[in-house]
């Protein structure tokens, strides 16, 4: 490949900067230790085949954590529940501060096939890595810590890596929720590995990180193989275009919270910069250039970047997300209107809540279509809108029931664990 180490297309001012990228060296393994090694001997106690005890397994399920108390054991729980049972769950705690390190700890304790470590605070990259050197699966999964897996989202998706040999990354639809559960949309996007090309080389990410499941194997030889601080799942996926193909199962497979701590800690600018350095990386590649000097240039980047963390905006962004969960529902649009004003009054300057409230008083045909316009305007990343279902268009009636009593059973609360 031809080299060019010089980044000033990108950025005409770039610093010289150590780089420091973390080697793992303060992993600490828990798994039978704070258990007293009461599981060491026993086999896999849950799933359609409970009792079978597997020499290795064929699915890691990786799950980053940091400051995710409030959820994380909702995610452990929707693993251990699921239909299919040949999987290991690594946790790393990468340097939490509210007492989720005791959860997780209290996580390996739950089944054998939890393995735990603890770290000081390094971010979502190198714990993504260091992950990945854990995992004795030949295919890895991927979970958000506030994120929720249906329960046949791992056996769906082995066998669809099953029956496609081709395939090397498979991700599924999304449900996305609020906080509390309250549906928001589904992302149904089509299983079309030429779409999925196309939506790619155009910047648009329909390949849901949390809801992925890939072969071991399109890593081996890839830098990192994650690499960015932020979409460094876009960035990864541009760098397997090359090597694989992508596929998506078209079921409902997974539940991702939307709320204020899951959003980007970066405001629009800013990201759609860092996407435009990402996508100008790919051009390059497919020009036959390489990457030298792309973390510098990323560090630069970072350092102008303004964080948007305040706590009138989290406040602001719960309410807007209640609204979307209210209208997407066809709740009464005088609640609907109401969450919109609270999000409007704990932040003036709040377009998007600005703009939905005002649309509560269109016909609904009206609305849908000047909301398509304006995301076909201005959207250059994220979802893509036209794939959006509400859930009753998804599920029936009784897989709602199913699935509502499962959010349930995996949210309950620890003091009514094991009540009838």
């Not at 699921?82 to 304790?109: H, W």
């Not at 999925?196 to 990410?205: A, D, S």
């Not at 960035?235 to 397997?240: A, N, Q, S, V």
């Not at 209210?326 to 709040?350: C, I």
Request: charged share 25%; net charge neutral.
């Amino acid at each position: 490949m031809g080299k060019d180490a010089s980044f000033s297309w990108f950025y005409p001012s770039v610093g010289t900067l150590d780089r420091i990228w973390p080697s793992g060296a303060h992993r600490r393994g828990l798994h039978g230790q704070s258990c007293d090694g009461i599981f060491n001997d026993k086999p896999f106690p849950v799933g359609n085949e409970a009792g079978v005890n597997y020499p290795h397994p064929l699915v890691s399920v990786l799950v980053p954590v940091f400051n995710a108390g409030e959820y994380v054991m909702a995610a452990v729980r929707s693993i251990l529940l699921q239909s299919y049972d040949n999987f290991e769950l690594l946790l790393l705690d990468d340097g939490s501060t509210d007492g989720t390190s005791e959860l997780v700890r209290d996580a390996a304790c739950l089944d054998s096939r939890v393995k735990v470590s603890l770290r000081p605070r390094l971010g979502i990259t190198p714990s993504l890595n260091e992950l990945i050197s854990q995992a004795q699966g030949e295919f890895i999964a991927r979970l958000d810590a506030d994120d929720i897996a249906y329960p046949e989202r791992l056996r769906s998706q082995v066998e669809y890596l099953g029956r496609k040999s081709e395939v090397g990354v498979v991700s599924c639809w999304t449900h996305q929720v609020t906080e509390d559960g309250a549906s928001i949309t589904c992302l149904c996007y089509p299983d079309d590995s030429q779409w999925i090309h196309r939506q790619l080389e155009t910047g648009r990410n329909p390949i849901i990180h949390s809801s992925v499941m890939l072969r071991i194997d399109v890593l081996r030889n890839m830098e990192g193989p994650y690499r960015t601080r932020y979409l460094q799942d876009l960035d990864l996926w541009l760098r397997l275009l090359p090597v694989t193909k992508f596929g998506i199962v078209p079921e409902l497979l997974i539940a991702s919270r939307q709320h204020p701590g899951s959003l980007s800690s970066t405001n629009t600018k800013n990201r759609l910069r860092l996407h435009d350095f990402i996508m100008e990386l790919h051009r390059r590649r497919c020009r036959g250039l390489n990457d030298d000097g792309w973390y510098e240039v990323e560090q630069e980047l970072l350092a102008r970047a303004s964080p948007t963390t305040s706590e009138d905006k989290k406040t602001a962004t719960r309410h807007y997300l209640a609204g979307l969960a209210s209208q997407m529902n066809n709740v009464d649009r005088e609640v609907t209107r109401s969450y919109f004003r609270r999000a409007v009054r704990e932040r003036t300057l709040f377009p998007k809540a600005i703009l939905r409230y005002l649309l509560t008083f269109l016909p609904d045909q009206l609305s849908d279509r000047l909301l398509a316009i304006n995301y076909l305007r201005k959207r250059r990343y994220g979802p893509l809108p036209e794939y959006f279902r509400r859930l009753d268009d998804v599920l029936s009636s009784e897989q709602r029931t199913h699935f509502e009593e499962f959010w349930r059973e995996v949210n309950k609360p620890p003091e009514l664990e094991g009540s009838g």
